[in-house]
Structure formats: C-alpha cells, structure tokens
C-alpha cells in the first residue's frame, strides 16, 4: 500500500516560481512511474510530467515543456515538481499519483496511487 501527500502550493504571482513534492509512505517509489496531473476549472485533468523511477525515462506535456522539471530524491520516496514562469493558465489543482503499469504515461488509468491535491493558484 503507498500513500502520496502532495505539499508546496499556494498562491504566486505571473512569472514566479513554485516548487510541489510528493511524499510517499508505505513503500519507496523506486519500482514505480511517478505522475503529476493538474485539473484547472472547466477543464479536463491533464498529466504534465512523469517520472520513472526504474528506468530513468522522464516526460513533459508540450504546455509545460521548458518551465517545469521533475526530479526523485535519492531515497526514491520523494518527486519534486519544480514551476518556473508560471502563468495564469497554470492555476490548478496539482496531483501526484504512482503506478506500475505499462502504458502512455499520461493515461491517468494507469496510476495505482493518488495523493489528494495541493491548490496553486497564480495571479497577475
């Protein structure tokens, strides 16, 4: 059983930075692919960085590509989401979710394991 907490939101002005972790308990993150997903309002809830543990093999949504890196501690139960030049359209709520299974890594099905979300909301 893993347990995924999400920390680091808040709220931050156009053009600053963030940093989100999720913290897992139960079990190291050492065999699993880590998502991040983020629902904004009225819209559909996209995944926009992945991590694989095992193989080392990371993954950007194109709307996010260049600002935002992910990165694993190195005990392996700790993913970072680090958001430079954030924008407005980056106001969401932030998931971190793991899993095991094989697939296109943005299929959200896919994760076994979510934490509960962390707001970031971005302001002008």
């Known amino acids: 059983e893993v347990q995924l907490v999400e920390s680091g939101g808040g709220l931050v002005q156009a053009g600053g930075s963030l940093r989100l972790s999720c913290t897992a308990s139960g079990s190291q993150l050492n065999d699993y692919r880590i998502g991040w997903f983020r629902q904004a309002p009225g819209k559909e809830r996209e995944g926009i960085s992945c991590?694989?543990?095992?193989?080392?093999?990371?993954d950007y949504a194109d709307s996010v590509k260049g600002r935002f890196t992910i990165s694993s501690g190195n005990a392996k139960n700790t993913v970072y989401l680090q958001m430079n030049s954030l924008e407005l359209e980056d106001t969401a709520v932030y998931y971190c979710a793991a899993g095991r299974f094989l697939g296109r890594w943005s299929e959200d099905f896919l994760y076994e394991y979510w934490g509960q979300g962390t707001q970031v909301t971005v302001f002008s």
């Open positions: 991590i694989n543990n095992s193989d080392g093999r990371i």
